[in-house]
């Protein structure tokens, strides 16, 4: 066979892209770098390193890669497209919204990117500007079934979000998700025909239909909501607002931020390096935001491992909690953090878990951790509100 040095261009990125499929990605990158040797400005060739750098979670090596692609040409939607994307997944919001934004200049019918704009403008609270970008997606594609499921997320209440569920389903009634938060959202207005149908099919062990189960089997059904604001809005009517909040694993600070709108106080926990082990599909360091701490005013951030930092903050007095808002996904650390902070808790502090429901093996993460820890304290919890859409619950502990 000969060479590379013989081949031509076409032949080199044909290689290149048959390696790439072969999932010889290291090949692959090594065959593009040589038709960008050959041609610095072939697009296709920086496009295609950049994509094979995501595939290999390597974000910063792709977004430098995408960067380079809209040098050349400045109306390459996929590689702002890709670059919102990869953003958005960093946490860094303003950043992916500005890349998303640039998608629908370009190419004002990019109905994935109307609809991720939409799900940025909800992390940043712009709740009708998300509403607007969903229903422009629809409008776009109306057979798209994504903004419809974003969409009932920023429903006011079940009839409303039952609608437009409704529709996704008459749409594509291949998406079991829907069908089940119908079923669970119909077993909440007491019309339980579709949920217990499901209960008794060959899915019945589906991790979403666990999870409504689960909420069904309770002695008191919880209040449902359809996105954390709303959830957390409804939560701090039920504690001592004056009280300071606590909040172990802060990420960015986007609930962070929100909670000191509402409470003035609050105590984060977090290393800022992500996660320390890997969990489900997110590897370890996922959730960093590489050491950069919140500035925020009425917010003090206690930074390392909680394994480390929990027991010397918490050896002395501190304030009683309006809200402990759990938000470290795993068992572990979760466990942690609720076995030193028995003291600050009283039958007025309110606890939330953001990851507690519709995973996976959700029984095992911080499902398992309250068990664990009300077994260990002697408590026992009244859920008070539920997310299926965020994945979130709520308790209050009583001894």
Not at 18 to 27: A, G, M, R, S
Not at 327 to 335: G, K, R, V
Request: hydrophobic content about 40%; proline content about 3%.
């Amino acid at each position: 066979m000969n060479s590379n040095k013989s081949l031509s261009t076409k032949e080199i990125f044909d290689l290149a892209l048959q390696n790439y499929k072969n999932n010889n990605l290291v090949k692959a990158i090594s065959l593009y770098e040589k038709v960008l040797d050959i041609n610095p400005k072939n697009v296709d060739a920086q496009y295609s390193i950049g994509n094979i750098f995501y595939k290999l979670g390597q974000y910063q090596k792709a977004l430098n890669s995408y960067k380079k692609v809209v040098q050349i040409d400045t109306r390459h939607a996929k590689s702002h497209y890709n670059t919102g994307v990869i953003l958005h997944e960093l946490g860094q919001y303003q950043k992916a919204l500005n890349s998303y934004k640039k998608v629908v200049q370009i190419d004002p019918r990019h109905v994935r990117a109307q609809n991720n704009l939409g799900i940025v403008f909800d992390e940043l609270l712009e709740t009708e500007k998300a509403i607007n970008c969903y229903k422009k997606a629809i409008k776009l594609n109306p057979n798209y079934i994504d903004p419809y499921w974003n969409l009932h997320s920023l429903a006011p209440n079940i009839e409303e979000a039952l609608k437009i569920l409704k529709k996704l389903h008459k749409i594509n009634n291949n998406f079991f998700e829907a069908e089940i938060m119908i079923a669970a959202l119909k077993g909440f207005k007491n019309d339980f025909k579709d949920y217990n149908l499901l209960i008794e099919s060959k899915s019945s062990n589906h991790s979403m239909i666990r999870s409504v189960k689960w909420v069904f089997s309770l002695p008191k059904l919880p209040k449902i909501f359809f996105n954390r604001w709303d959830f957390f809005d409804f939560v701090a009517t039920l504690t001592n607002k004056s009280r300071p909040f606590y909040e172990f694993g802060v990420w960015k600070g986007v609930s962070f931020k929100y909670l000191l709108n509402i409470f003035k106080k609050g105590f984060g926990f977090d290393t800022f390096t992500g996660l320390p082990n890997d969990w489900y599909d997110k590897s370890s360091g996922s959730y960093s935001s590489f050491g950069e701490i919140p500035n925020l005013k009425g917010g003090k951030f206690i930074v390392g491992k909680f394994e480390d930092t929990l027991p010397k903050f918490f050896s002395k007095k501190r304030p009683i909690a309006s809200i402990l808002n759990f938000d470290a996904d795993l068992y572990s650390s979760t466990l942690c953090a609720l076995n030193n902070t028995d003291k600050i808790i009283d039958n007025k502090s309110i606890l939330i878990f953001d990851e507690f429901l519709i995973n996976k093996n959700w029984e095992q993460d911080e499902y398992r951790a309250l068990n664990e820890f009300c077994n260990n304290f002697d408590y026992r919890y009244e859920v008070l509100a539920v997310s299926f859409y965020s994945k979130q619950v709520a308790v209050r502990l009583n001894k």
